[in-house]
Structures are given as C-alpha cells and as structure tokens.
Nanobody, 123 residues
Framework: HVQLVESGGGSVQAGGSLRLSCVAS????????MAWFRQAPGKEREGVAA???????TYTYAVQGRFTISKDSAKNTLYLQMNDLNPEDTATYYC??????????????????WGKGTQVTVS
C-alpha cells in the first residue's frame, strides 16, 4: 500500500521558516522521483521543488534561494526547508512521488502518487 504522509506545516510570520517532511512507504525499491507542489485557494497546483533519484534538485523561480529540497533515502523521507517565507507562499503543500523517470519534474501530471497535503500560512 503506497502512502505519502506530509507534516510540518503551520502558521508563521513573514520572514520566518518552516520545514516540511514527507514519509514515503509501500514503494518497491528506492529510485523515486519526488517533489513538492503547492496550491493556494483559487489557483492551480504548481510545482515548487523536485529531486531525482540522483539527488539533483529543480526549483520554481519564485522559491529559488529560499527553499531547499532534500531527501533521506534511508528514512524514505523527503524534506522542504522553507526560509524567508512571505504571504505569497501561503498554500497547501503536497508531496508527490513517481517510481518511473520524470521528464518535467515540476509538472503535476508526471506524478502518480500524492500525499494529502499540509497547510502553510504566512502572515
């Protein structure tokens, strides 16, 4: 049973930091492409950051220099360190995973497996 469970969301003031975590379970093997997406009310889901099975990361322009994606393969856990948060970062953040190669890592259609999301609110 494949499962992705996010945690670490919350409310923070502008300029603050949060660290999101996503624990993956039920996947055969460890070669997962993983990513963080976010969706604000009334907006489309957008790719925030992605990491391939070699550890190479991709970021959307809006978060470059502020967010860092990483993963601990031994713990099957994906992280998103978010610094210098601003109100535009307010959204529900979702973890996504895909065992097959991903060509466009910030496109939602590339990923078959999703968590239920964790809310991040910046005021």
């Amino acid at each position: 049973h494949v499962q992705l469970v996010e945690s670490g969301g919350g409310s923070v003031q502008a300029g603050g930091s949060l660290r999101l975590s996503c624990v993956a379970s039920g996947f055969a093997g460890s070669n997962l492409y993983m990513a963080w997406f976010r969706q604000a009310p009334g907006k489309e889901r957008e790719g925030v950051a992605a990491i391939d099975n070699a550890g190479s990361a991709t970021y959307t322009y809006a978060v470059q220099g502020r967010f860092t994606i990483s993963k601990d393969s031994a713990k099957n856990t994906l992280y998103l360190q978010m610094n210098d948060l601003n109100p535009e970062d307010t959204a529900t953040y979702y973890c996504a995973a895909e065992p097959s190669p991903v060509l466009k890592p910030l496109e939602a259609y590339e990923y078959r497996f999703w968590g239920k999301g964790t809310q991040v609110t910046v005021s």
